[in-house]
């Protein structure tokens, strides 16, 4: 019988952040959740979070006098590249016989995992894909004496060297839709209530995958998206609202946030979702909601060009606080180059009319520039802009970040095999855009304009070139854009 190390402590260290990045770090990222829900299921473990990694000066406290095997589970975005891999020497140094694994976006766009572990020496394991279907397996074969070789050639998705042996299957992990409902309920672990208090909000992701194929989108690995049901997530929302009576979770988990790519891209499921709740009078008058989407969702009818107005009706009806939209393209051209999904910049303009006269907050992210913008093409954006924040003051914010910066060629982008050029152009979903300067910009003065508007320091108290402008009321949005615009 195969004798097993018992009862190990896994942290869950995915609290990374770019330098100069305002939001505060959550220490139970969505993944660490999800997947200590499926640890705590099937075996004992002892989860850690840790809300700062070490090389930002974090620390974990361990257990005294009690050697106990360490796991540490970390996170890895492109992005974050380089501190992903000093974070990961850092662990090592510091607890020379853990178990370092890695997983997350940045190795699930990862065609081989071979070049990939070799950016990363100090870590034992990598998983690709939904880490649910095999961390439960992985660490238990870990923790076997000796190492459970067999088992570990029977998962997919898994980079694991054990001595000279090297077991490397690229299949990316996938959830099916019945799996990602079987999933178990939210459980209120202490450092999700600290993050919920401090944040305010209850993420929730309440599907994987997305429907659409942005040019600068490098986080698919699921064929086709696949959704929690309506009814799996208004029996969440009732296991959150027992969980908050009984003082398991703060008051403030009945903030909901969905974080999905596209909570609205399977319209029958979202119109189910959003009539019970409207139904329900518990859960319309317990629970606010924020959602993250598309603007091509909100529209209907063989070639979609018919706004949903069902959709926008219940929106308003139970509490969205607000939507997080991916427009992205403030400029034909650009919604062209980024190949969004399916809709005009008319299109766009159309909905933001609609939510404003629902008044619904709506918060729209911007990609300013891409690798062949023209300079003309830049000017008519940041008009667009300025115009559409005059239009729907009440309502439209925008998630932009005005400085243009170079991108850092990582080597996980240069393993894509055959990325076409504008993978190149990273957007995080969230805020920081980047134009890659090593890529050819038509115009020549635009290039240079870039750099000087690069050095500018910021004017006056709140005027910001070159900083995120997030949290910022249309009013400072219009100044700064306006700014913006004359140095062009
Ligand atoms: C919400 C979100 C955030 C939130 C997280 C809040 C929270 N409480 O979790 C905030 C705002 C903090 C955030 C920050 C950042 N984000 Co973000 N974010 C997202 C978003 C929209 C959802 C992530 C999520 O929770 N998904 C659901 C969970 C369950 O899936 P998952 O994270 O992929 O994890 C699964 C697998 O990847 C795997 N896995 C993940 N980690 C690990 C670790 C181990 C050990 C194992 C075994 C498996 C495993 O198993 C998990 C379960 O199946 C995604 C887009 C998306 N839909 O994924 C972008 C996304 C992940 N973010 C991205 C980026 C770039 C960032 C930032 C780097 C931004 C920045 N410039 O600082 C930071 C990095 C934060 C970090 N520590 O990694 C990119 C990553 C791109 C890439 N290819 O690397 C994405 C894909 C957006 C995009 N389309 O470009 N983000
Ligand atoms: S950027 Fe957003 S909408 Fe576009 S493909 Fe990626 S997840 Fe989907």
Known sequence: MIKRHKNPIIIFDMAF???????????????????????????????????????????????????????????????????????????????????????????????????????FKDANALVKGDGELVIVDLIKAILSCPVD????????????????????????????????????????????????????????????????????????????????????????????????????????????????DDFFQDRGRTIRFLS????????????????????????????????????????????????????????PQTLKYLRKGGYSFEMALNLMRELDQRNIIQYHFVILTYPTMSRGVLKETIKNLIQTLGKFKRTVVFSIKLSLKAFAETPLIDSLEGSPEGRLLSADGNAIKRLPFDLTIEDPALRRDCRRILSIKPRGERMTIGRMLIGYNAKDQKTALSLFLSLL
Do not use: W
Request: one cysteine or more; hydrophobic letters at 35%; proline letters at 6%.
């Open 17 to 119: 952040r770019e330098k100069g990045d305002p939001r505060s770090p959550c220490a139970v990222t969505l993944a660490a959740m999800s997947l200590t829900q499926v640890l705590l299921k099937k075996m004992r473990v002892r989860p850690l979070f840790m809300p700062r990694p070490l090389i930002y000066g974090g620390t974990i406290k361990l257990p005294q006098n009690k050697k106990k095997p360490l796991i540490f589970a970390v996170s890895l975005s492109d992005v974050l590249f380089e501190q992903v891999q000093k974070e990961v020497k850092a662990i090592r140094s510091a607890y020379p016989d853990a178990c370092i694994i890695i997983g997350g976006p940045g190795v699930n766009t990862c065609n081989d995992l071979k070049p990939l572990a070799a950016f």
């Open 276 to 331: 019970k709740v409207s139904k329900a009078a518990s859960l319309k008058n317990k629970f606010s909601f924020s959602f993250q989407g598309t603007i091509g969702s909100f529209f209907k009818g063989k070639r979609k060009k018919n706004l949903d107005t069902k959709l926008l009706n219940l929106l308003a009806e139970i509490n969205t606080r607000n939507l997080f939209l991916g427009t992205d393209g403030f400029h």
């Open 149 to 260: 070789e067999e088992k570990i050639k029977k998962l997919k998705g898994i980079y694991f060297q054990h001595g000279r042996a090297i077991y490397c299957n690229n299949e990316a992990n996938v959830l099916t839709e019945k799996q990602l409902n079987n999933l178990p309920y939210i459980y209120p672990f202490p450092g999700l209530k600290k993050d919920i208090k401090k944040e305010g909000v209850l993420p929730i992701s309440a599907s994987r995958g997305c429907k659409y194929r942005c040019v600068f989108c490098s986080h698919k690995y699921h064929p086709c998206p696949i959704y929690l049901s309506a009814r799996r997530l208004v029996r969440e929302l009732i296991n959150i609202e027992a969980l908050i009576s009984s003082n398991k979770l703060p008051k403030e988990a009945s903030s909901i946030g969905f974080i999905d």
